[in-house]
């Protein structure tokens, strides 16, 4: 163009740096927050987009009621537009880990496949397998090799609970562990991150409190049926480029999740048949085992039945036999009585007689014994005949000899001789008589010896007959005697016998009757499996898209909310760029008014002269929306998905600069910037040459409003009124300023009240409202209520560990508007909170919570009003709502809310659901119960809730003591159906990283809300010197002190400070309500309240901000030189 | 003794490399209650030495004196008291603060005095007691001017400084206000100076100064100054 006319622009650059700092700042701070702030949520999504692709994340994930096999795996693949299918078995259960109770969902892994796969730079995970999907990421360890070992989430939760090597237990499952794993022991091999588990939370179950803890992947193998699968996740062709964010997505996806759905019921007849072909076939199965085991019980039963008989034919043959032999004993017995006592008489008669022999042999003793007693008389006769003889003979042969001698012997021999004859003669007699009585003696000594012989004889005879008879008698005696013996063993044998075949019928009996009642049972059984398969329902295909994913819906949810912000706070920034440069280039305009008139005078066009305006402008603005945005759109989306990411396990972010949006961004920034500059120097581009070489008539004084107070005005002072006028003289400044000290005050206000909400939080839920510091979960069995003495009761309250405890129900719930339709019951598969078939009904997770008592509960949760702190009774009438459940669901006292009990696999028990009238509403920030009395549980479920919470206040929260707490845990986990110890301290001390991470908000917050204080305050301080220059010189001339001086122009600015900052704490409790209701995420309900300090701070950071831009001023001030600027107006 | 004194003033302005001596050793009195011209052309030096005389530039070398006080020896300090008590200062341009009414402008330099003249009186004085409340934009050059001088004036100065106070009015208006500053001075018995390119104004001077090339080339005393209102020019 015009060579010099360029060099002019380029040097009212140079000439101009801080003008066009100005410009340029403020351009890039709004420009880069616009850009950065709007590419959060983009960012997010393309962060997650990315990672989700890199994971193999599912588009359609499919679950069947009844399961999957290869032929439906087949099938899906088979649909037009499926580019991959991966099957997964899933299973939730309690496992112990780590010696934790924990409640873990249970993944299948094919090992081969993830031992093939690789860790992109990206962060996700490669693999050269199609069907394998929703990649876990290894992160520390190795994958499972083999049956028994397993992966583990990395859990922020529960922050080095679990570590490689340790065991993961299954202890419970939700059907019998048996039926559902091939085994319950692993060992932890390896640490995972899932895209399919974004968020923090892990879904919803049945078991324990229903809340998912971790997860876990095991090798298919180790499942019990590792054919049939639970899940199929479909990749659909095609939509590697499109987000899945946008309609685009959609548009590809839902063809396919239509042909699934359409699918679905074909599947589903064929697996249908299939399960109950299946089924009839093991139905069949049953029935021929029935009739099986029946035959074969009646076989048994009539063998033992014969063998009873038999032995009870036995039985009555040995009661004859031993009747037989008993009457045989008894007759033997009687015969040998007979025979002992026919002996006896035999005997006895044999005895008299010899006795009678005897007797007779005495008697003829007798007689001998009077004969040999006659004998010796006898002989002693004989022997006196003899000597008579002798000496007869002596006296013969004397008297022969004398005789012979002659002698005539007196007797004489012949009278001897006679003598001795007769002597002779009567000793023959005597002899004789003595021979005679001799024999007849010896006769009767041999007669008796003959007799005794012959007696004793007979008594021998008798004797050994009797002996004989004895020994006979004794031998039958014996024989008698075994035989009884026999008899009684016989009959003890008998007893036995009979006792064994009682014994044997009773046990038959019984036996039989069990086999009666298990082949019953069986029959039972199988008529119930065939009812069952009679009533075998149509399996239900779940087509779910990824919004049913719980982390990635929440994670777009997060994008939505972002974006909403996004879209309110560049607002002020824009605003004020706007007002910064038109402000600024007025000034410049003004400022080269005579230049303008001499160029208009040597014939340069009117479009010329504002294209070096434009120019000037355009090349501020566009260096500043550059650099802006190059910077915005990096440290903003790192910075609030950094905040984002401790709610989640995403790696970090992506941030590629939206074109479109950097563009709206630039466009916008330099088009409001060049659109200030036009309206700047239009106004004296319509002036004449003439008139521009003349000094610009001062802007004339006003009279304001504030003079007509006259008792005010009067005592002000000049340089006070002077302020006055001067801040509504300058309307463009007066905005510029106190917008952009109102929006420096409200980030400010924001970013303090930001960290105020969510500290609340924990302080005041920690606080103010939860009194217990202990969370005791039990079996719902372990407390017998009927009694009320249940061991966990009684070892709690004997305890010194606790000054108190509180027994309460609390499970989890659906909740919404008793108004609203009801919501479908899809959406609760994984708990994930999209809508279902009523996707307008807004629904709640929540708590359903039932203290035991009452009326105690105040000493564990206060229940009160938020606003002015009332407290909320619990009674019988109604239940009490916290508070975000009845924001969220449009709720107050005396409205109705739906109670839906989560049922199996998340779906919603339709059976359970009641409705119930809100009495009361009270504060609350984590998590969102519904409380009731026990009584009216009773009366809407028509049952005493199974209790199975216990809050206890242990006083050992607070003191950091982490011994006496594990101490006191370990103690309490050795108490029956103790299954969970919670203290509240870990919970706040999990949530303090959060905060951290929203320190980085804060801080960008301040920092922006700084450079907005600094390029607003320092733009008008320099205009207001610049332009004024005359009236400080003027001033000075007066004779005003430098202080003074700077009083006279900084009253202004401290005043439009003010007067902003009152104004951006009013914005800023909007801007911070704004931000915290958007920006809240469902689990949890920020604090509503912004701390005073925070005031505090914000207003004096803003003047802090102020007094530097002045201070840093005041030499412009002294510079400003009286004699140049007195000698004439320019 | 001379009320106001210079004594070989040397005023150097440093543009770069080059020296430019806009007073080059200038030396003049002034009595107590005189109205003095210092007059000559363009680029003299009369600015300059007004300047120095009103505290707002310093002396390069040489003596200023106003009475007793050596002015040329004064501090940054001292000077702003010296500008604020002793000196009242009349610009070409007015330079009344636009924000303010006229009496306010008056009354702005009054509240800084020891002693000041009361405000309203003052205007009264110079003929405005009608446009008290008015801004200066809604005054006249000539009345604005009035408001200049009253505001001068206000502070009760030792001196009045004027500096082509005429420069942007009209005759008629000019001269009005050329009578107004010769009255301060005979009637108010004020030492006024006026520095002004215009000779016709040395009519009504009773001392008259040229200054040209930053020195002073001539100073005389007019016996027999002329009323404001029969200037000529």
Request: aromatic share 6%.
């Amino acid at each position: 163009m015009h060579f010099a006319f360029n060099k002019e622009i380029v040097r009212s650059i140079t000439r101009s740096w801080t003008r066009f700092l100005a410009i340029f700042a403020i351009v890039a701070l709004g420009a880069g927050f616009y850009a950065g702030l709007r590419m959060c949520a983009p960012d997010m999504r393309i962060t997650v987009d990315h990672y989700l692709d890199e994971t193999g994340f599912f588009d359609v994930r499919l679950v069947s009621t009844l399961g999957f096999t290869e032929s439906d795996v087949a099938a899906v693949r088979d649909v037009a537009g499926v580019e991959a299918v991966g099957t997964e078995i899933v299973a939730d259960a309690t496992a112990t880990v780590a010696d934790r109770r924990t409640t873990v969902r249970v993944h299948s892994l094919d090992t081969t496949a993830a031992a093939g796969s690789e860790v992109t730079a990206g962060g996700g995970v490669a693999s050269d397998d199609p069907t394998y999907l929703n990649r876990p990421i290894l992160m520390d360890g190795r994958w499972p090799e083999r049956s028994g070992e397993c992966v583990i989430d990395e859990s922020k939760l529960y922050a080095n609970s679990a570590q490689i090597g340790e065991q993961v237990v299954l202890t419970a499952g939700v059907r019998p562990l048996e039926d559902t794993f091939g085994r319950t022991d692993f060992e932890i091999v390896g640490i995972v991150h899932s895209s399919y588990y974004l968020s923090f939370t892990r879904g919803l179950t049945t078991l324990n409190d229903g809340n998912i803890d971790r997860f876990i992947y095991i090798p298919e193998e180790d499942f019990a049926h590792p054919e049939t699968y639970t899940d199929l996740h479909v990749l659909v062709r095609g939509v590697a480029g499109a987000s899945p964010f946008d309609a685009a997505y959609d548009d590809i996806v839902d063809p396919v999740k239509g042909s699934l759905e359409d699918l679905g019921p074909v599947r589903a007849a064929a697996r249908l048949a299939e399960v109950r072909a299946e089924a009839q076939a093991t139905l069949d199965e049953g029935h021929r085992e029935y009739a099986d085991a029946r035959a074969k019980a009646d076989a048994e039963f009539a063998e033992v039945e014969a063998e009873l008989a038999d032995a009870a034919v036995k039985i009555a043959a040995a009661e004859e036999e031993l009747a037989d032999g008993q009457a045989e004993y008894d007759r033997g017995v009687r015969e040998l009585a007979a025979e002992r006592s026919a002996l006896a008489v035999r005997r006895a008669e044999a005895q008299a007689q010899i006795d009678a022999g005897r007797a007779q042999i005495a008697s003829q003793q007798a007689q001998l014994d009077q004969l040999a007693a006659a004998l010796p008389l006898l002989q002693a006769q004989v022997a006196a005949a003899r000597t008579a003889v002798d000496d007869l003979r002596a006296a013969y042969d004397a008297a022969l000899a004398e005789e012979a001698l002659g002698h005539t012997p007196s007797p004489s021999s012949a009278e001897l001789a006679v003598s001795l004859g007769d002597a002779e003669a009567q000793l023959t007699t005597a002899q004789a008589e003595y021979a005679e009585q001799f024999a007849a003696y010896d006769a009767g000594v041999a007669g008796i010896a003959a007799g005794l012989a012959q007696l004793d004889a007979k008594q021998l005879e008798l004797d050994q007959g009797v002996r004989q008879a004895e020994l006979e008698f004794a031998s039958a005696q014996r024989s008698l005697a075994a035989a009884r013996r026999a008899l009684a063993d016989g009959r003890e044998e008998l007893e036995d016998g009979r006792r064994e075949l009682a014994e044997g019928r009773a046990t038959f009996e019984r036996e039989r009757a069990d086999a009666e009642a298990e082949l019953a049972d069986a029959l039972a059984q199988l008529d119930d499996a065939r009812v069952e398969i009679d009533e075998l329902e149509m399996p239900e295909w779940f087509v779910l898209g990824r919004d049913t994913n719980l982390g990635y819906a929440s994670i777009a949810g997060d994008a939505d909310r972002i974006e909403a912000i996004s879209v309110v706070f560049p607002f002020i920034f824009f605003l004020v760029a706007a007002l910064v440069a038109l402000t600024t280039m007025t000034r410049m305009v003004e400022e080269e008014r005579t230049l303008i008139g001499t160029y208009k005078a040597l014939g340069y066009g009117k479009g010329v002269i504002t294209s070096k305006y434009l120019v000037y402008a355009g090349i501020a603005s566009v260096a500043g929306a550059l650099g802006g945005i190059l910077i915005g759109s990096q440290v903003l989306p790192k910075t609030v998905w950094r905040a984002y990411t401790t709610m989640y396990t995403a790696p970090p972010a992506l941030t590629p600069i939206d074109v479109p949006l950097a563009l709206t961004a630039g466009v916008a920034s330099v088009s409001i910037t060049l659109v200030a500059t036009l309206w700047a120097a239009g106004a004296t581009l319509r002036e004449s040459p003439a008139t521009l070489m003349l000094p610009r008539a001062p802007k004339p004084g006003k009279r304001i409003a504030l003079e007509r107070v006259r008792p005010v005005w009067s005592r002000m002072s000049f340089s006070h009124k002077v302020t006055a006028r001067n801040i509504f003289r300058y309307k463009k400044r007066l905005f510029m300023t106190v917008i952009g000290i109102a929006g420096c005050t409200a980030l400010l206000l924001t970013g303090f009240g930001l960290k105020n909400s969510i500290s609340d939080v924990l302080a005041k839920q920690y606080g103010p409202i939860y009194h217990y510091d202990t969370i005791i979960g039990f079996d719902e069995g372990a407390l017998d209520l009927a009694s009320g003495e249940g061991s966990l009761e009684l070892a709690l309250g004997d305890r010194d560990d606790f000054t108190g405890h509180l027994v309460i129900h609390n499970d989890g719930v659906r909740l919404t508007n008793a108004e609203d339709p009801a919501p479908g019951d899809t959406n609760g598969i994984d708990g994930a909170l999209t809508g279902g078939k009523n996707a307008q009904t807004t629904m709640m997770e929540g708590y359903l919570s039932v203290p035991r008592d009452a009326e105690r509960l105040s000493g564990f949760i206060s229940l009160r009003e938020r606003v002015g702190g009332a407290p909320v009774p619990l009674t019988d009438e109604g239940v009490v709502l916290t508070e975000k459940i009845a924001d969220r669901l449009g709720l107050s006292v005396g409205d109705t809310i739906r109670v839906e009990q989560v049922g199996l696999t998340g779906t919603v028990d339709h059976e359970e659901t009641r409705t119930f009238t809100v009495a009361g509403v009270t504060e609350q920030y984590v998590s969102h119960f519904v409380y009731m009395t026990p009584t009216l549980h009773e009366d809407a479920y028509g049952e005493v809730p199974a209790y199975n919470q216990v809050l206890a206040v242990s006083g050992l929260a607070g003191d950091g003591d982490d011994d006496e707490r594990d101490q006191l845990s370990q103690r309490l986990l050795a108490l029956d159906g103790v299954t969970t110890v919670q203290f509240t301290d870990d919970i706040t001390s999990s949530f303090d990283d959060m905060l951290e991470s929203l320190d980085s908000v804060v801080y960008i917050l301040i920092l922006s809300a700084a450079i907005l204080a600094f390029i607003v305050l320092y733009n008008l301080t320099n205009i207001n010197v610049t332009e004024r220059q005359r009236e400080i010189a003027t001033i000075k001339v007066l004779g005003f002190y430098d202080a003074e001086v700077n009083a006279y122009i900084y009253r202004e600015t401290a005043l439009l400070a003010l007067l902003g900052c009152a104004l951006g704490l009013v914005l800023g409790i909007g801007l911070e309500a704004f931000v915290i209701i958007t920006a809240e995420i469902d689990v949890v309900m920020f604090g509503r309240e912004i701390h005073t300090m925070s005031y505090v701070y914000s207003a004096a950071l803003t003047l802090v901000f102020a007094l530097v831009v002045n201070v840093a001023m005041v030499p412009r001030l002294r510079r400003v030189d009286m004699v140049e600027s007195l000698k004439s107006v320019e | 003794m001379a009320f106001v004194r210079f004594e070989e003033v040397r005023k150097v302005y440093h543009m770069g490399e080059v020296e430019i001596p806009a007073a080059d050793g200038v030396t003049f009195d002034v009595e107590r209650g005189e109205l003095a011209v210092i007059v000559g052309p363009s680029g003299a030096g009369k600015t300059t030495v007004l300047n120095m005389l009103g505290g707002m530039d310093t002396v390069t070398s040489g003596t200023i004196r106003l009475e007793d006080d050596d002015v040329s020896a004064y501090s940054r300090r001292r000077l702003t008291e010296y500008r604020r008590y002793d000196v009242g200062f009349v610009f070409q341009f007015y330079n009344l603060v636009p924000n303010l009414t006229a009496l306010e402008n008056v009354e702005l330099a009054a509240q800084i005095c020891r002693d000041p003249l009361d405000a309203a009186e003052t205007l009264r004085e110079v003929g405005l007691e009608h446009r008290m409340d008015n801004f200066p934009a809604q005054l006249s050059g000539g009345e604005q001017q009035r408001v200049a001088i009253a505001r001068a004036l206000a502070k009760n100065p030792r001196l009045l400084l004027c500096d082509e106070p005429t420069g942007a009015l009209d005759d008629a208006t000019g001269k009005q206000i050329l009578a107004l500053l010769q009255d301060t001075s005979r009637i108010g018995g004020r030492t006024v100076i006026i520095i002004t390119h215009n000779h016709a104004l040395t009519a009504m001077a009773d001392r008259v100064i040229h200054i040209s090339s930053g020195r002073v080339m001539d100073m005389r005393v007019n016996p027999d100054p002329v009323s404001a209102d029969e200037i000529e020019w």
